[in-house]
């Protein structure tokens, strides 16, 4: 949902004190920006009535989160490479080989966990640091250069592993991809249907839902003492009201099951992170601007080459996360692991809203995505459908969204 101004709503009036009079505001509907959290929404409800409810039972809601969690963490990484106008096609590969890497410190030499992982990620930094490189200072497309680093690292996993996996993983580990966050204040009664739930769980979706909503309170005050444009106040309060029962919905049916699982506070981590680093670091204006227009980066001073190899290098670093969360829920480290990853996440970040031409895209557009692609697979596998069946509605989804991003690029070029 946008505002936007009449002619009558450019004039301000000061008072005494320099404050600005906000005439009413036309509110419009922006179906480019919504378009995607309706697309979930009614996903979600689809699949509720089709499966009786199971697609929302705290059991099942918790399986999304663990199982497709890795490729969330690849969709981060992801759109913001796609947003520079570049691809990344090895990051299945990759969470192959680093998973290889992982079992390899962590089983077979036996070192402690923590070095073992601080290693793997710094083997993923010098993965995506070699792939940069072609790519930034060689000037050879990503397309050539990833696709060639499915099969390199591909072939890297098969030397390491053979056709056999290597594990059991460390506790520790395992607690990260599978394991959930222990109660620690007991249980409080929400009633009959509900039952009992973890209050502590309840909490922190409660300290969750009170800094989104002085976040975007910040962001209005802000806006407003520049005197722009802002929500009226009542769709400013939904806006708040939506995703905080939203947030607290989804807390209460995890913390009825067995709490908040770790995994999801990693991902609550990285996005938090990440959205900070797209949205008020220079670097992440940069990424923007790569990716928005080439040629008036460069003339702006923006070092183009060290952008997209920090990209590179993030994106290895990323899929090193992936491949150690992935092979600790499988337990195992397997030569086939992170097969069409790298399909799951380029769809997430399309289907999240990112351009094909690059300079468009948001970490949280990624992750509705992937989730998007979360659901799809989940209510379909509830509905007992055949894989093909599932291959099928998942194409069509992400050809959809490719194509109303290009039609409404076009409306958009119209209307100017």
Do not use: C
């Not at 969690?69 to 981060?76: D, H, K, Q, R």
């Not at 509905?383 to 194509?403: C, D, H, I, Q, Y």
Request: hydrophobic content about 60%.
């Amino acid at each position: 949902m946008t505002v936007a101004p009449t002619n009558a709503d450019m004039s301000v009036s000061k008072g005494p004190a320099g404050a600005q009079d906000n005439a009413p505001r036309r509110v419009s509907f922006d179906l480019k920006q919504s378009g995607i959290y309706i697309a979930l929404a009614l996903l979600v409800l689809g699949f509720t009535v089709a499966t009786g409810g199971d697609l929302l039972a705290p059991q099942n809601l918790s399986n999304i989160i663990v199982q497709y969690s890795y490729i969330l963490v690849l969709a981060i990484g992801m759109v913001l490479i796609i947003i520079a106008g570049h691809i990344d096609l090895s990051v299945g590969s990759v969470v192959a080989a680093t998973g290889a890497i992982a079992a390899v410190l962590m089983v077979n030499w036996d070192l402690p966990w923590p070095i073992a992982v601080i290693a793997t990620l710094a083997v993923g930094a010098a993965i995506g640091a070699w792939q940069g490189y072609w790519v930034a200072y060689f000037g050879i497309p990503a397309f050539i250069v990833t696709l060639a680093g499915m099969l390199l690292f591909r072939a890297v996993t098969y030397m390491i592993l053979g056709n056999k996996g290597i594990g059991p993983f460390p506790d520790e580990i395992r607690t990260l991809a599978n394991g959930f966050i222990p109660g620690f204040m007991g249980n409080i009664g929400l009633g009959d249907y509900l039952g009992g739930a973890d209050l502590f769980s309840i909490l922190v979706g409660i300290v969750v839902v009170v800094a989104l909503a002085f976040v975007q309170w910040r962001a209005r005050a802000g806006r407003i003492s520049y005197n722009q444009v802002v929500d009226p106040m009542w769709l400013f309060l939904l806006k708040v009201a939506g995703p905080a029962v939203l947030v607290m919905f989804l807390v209460v049916q995890l913390a009825r099951f067995r709490n908040l699982p770790w995994v999801l506070v990693l991902l609550a981590v990285l996005v938090v992170g990440y959205t900070f680093v797209t949205n008020r670091a220079v670097f992440g204006r940069q990424i923007y601007a790569v990716g928005g227009n080439l040629q008036a980066a460069t003339l702006s001073g923006v070092k183009v080459k060290s952008v997209v190899f920090w990209l590179f290098v993030n994106m290895g670093v990323l899929a090193a996360v992936a491949g150690i969360i992935f092979a600790g829920r499988l337990n195992l480290a397997g030569p086939t692991a992170g097969n069409s990853f790298e399909l799951d996440a380029i769809a997430a970040a399309f289907i999240g809203g990112a351009a094909v031409q690059g300079g468009v895209g948001k970490v949280v557009g990624a992750i509705t995505g992937g989730l998007i692609m979360g659901v799809i697979n989940n209510g379909m596998g509830l509905l007992g459908r055949a894989p093909e069946e599932v291959m099928l509605f998942k194409g069509f989804v992400l050809l959809l969204a490719v194509a109303f991003d290009v039609w409404s690029k076009r409306r958009t070029a119209r209307a100017k």
